[in-house]
């Protein structure tokens, strides 16, 4: 069934390197060259990559910060999805924090989008966001999984483009929607769903609007949100939520660019 779901994508396995304790591990993780960062929904969690201890904790008030979905390491700055699921009317904003310090600095409001911000990433000078919808939690009415959009925006947060996810991997996402997504260096997008052990790569299409499936990776995480380590080739961090861990993969290489 699986097969025929993805059709031509190839199928992959990644490898499992190591595995963190982290009770914040509930929606995801970032990280760089010496710290990963367990994200909960009010909390995240700094840990030395070296030793596996917690060196800081930030913790927001939940009415203020109600669903961290994701965070990303993005030059000086901790870079966080944040929406109000699972309210609804769906709004969204993107938090900063400082990751040296770990404090908040600041909050972007995106307001009312075509869905609920899961995750954020930079590529090409440009910010690149999904948002998710929902077919029964947290789902507005008449926006089901298959609605989800991946956005680009300039930086004054202007759209820039707009993308839809293929069918084969809408199937995957289904009655959920994609809680994690990362640029890998090879150009190709890595994109997870909400609960599934796998890794969808995508690509932007020549032509149409239509997110290219080109393979799926199993993995030893339930979905939620990933992150590359930029230090080194092809090594990706998430998390599983049902034993609280951070998990460090290898991907293997994906062909054909």
């Not at 600041?106 to 869905?115: C, D, H, I």
């Not at 809408?170 to 890998?184: D, E």
């Not at 799926?216 to 990706?236: H, N, S």
């Not at 951070?246 to 062909?255: G, K, S, T």
Request: charged share 20%; with cysteine.
């Amino acid at each position: 069934m699986l097969e025929a779901l993805i059709g031509f994508a190839a199928l992959l396995q990644a490898q499992t390197l190591s595995r963190l304790p982290a009770p914040e591990a509930n929606q995801g993780v970032a990280a760089d060259g010496a710290y990963v960062y367990a994200v909960g929904n009010s909390e995240i969690g700094k840990y030395d990559r070296a030793t596996g201890q917690r060196v800081a904790l930030w913790t927001g008030d939940p009415a203020t910060f109600p669903h961290l979905n994701s965070c990303a390491v993005l030059g000086p700055e901790l870079v966080c999805a944040s929406s109000n699921y699972p309210a609804v009317p769906m709004t969204s904003t993107v938090e900063v924090f400082d990751p040296v310090n770990m404090v908040h600095l600041r909050s972007v409001a995106l307001g009312k989008q075509p869905g609920s911000l899961t995750w954020i990433d930079r590529k090409d000078g440009a910010w690149w966001a999904c948002f998710a919808n929902y077919d029964d939690r947290g789902g507005e009415p008449g926006r089901d999984h298959r609605f989800t959009t991946l956005l680009r925006f300039d930086d004054k947060w202007r759209v820039t483009g707009a993308w839809t996810f293929p069918k084969s991997v809408l199937a995957r996402f289904k009655p959920r929607s994609s809680s994690g997504g990362a640029w890998g260096a090879d150009g190709r997008l890595y994109v997870t769903g909400h609960d599934l052990p796998e890794v969808y790569v995508l690509e932007i299409p020549r032509l149409g609007n239509e997110l290219r499936h080109v393979a799926t990776v199993d993995v030893a995480i339930e979905g939620q949100a990933i992150a590359f380590d930029r230090t080194r080739p092809g090594v990706l961090y998430g998390i599983s939520r049902a034993k609280r861990e951070v998990v460090e993969m290898q991907l293997p290489l994906v062909e054909g660019k």
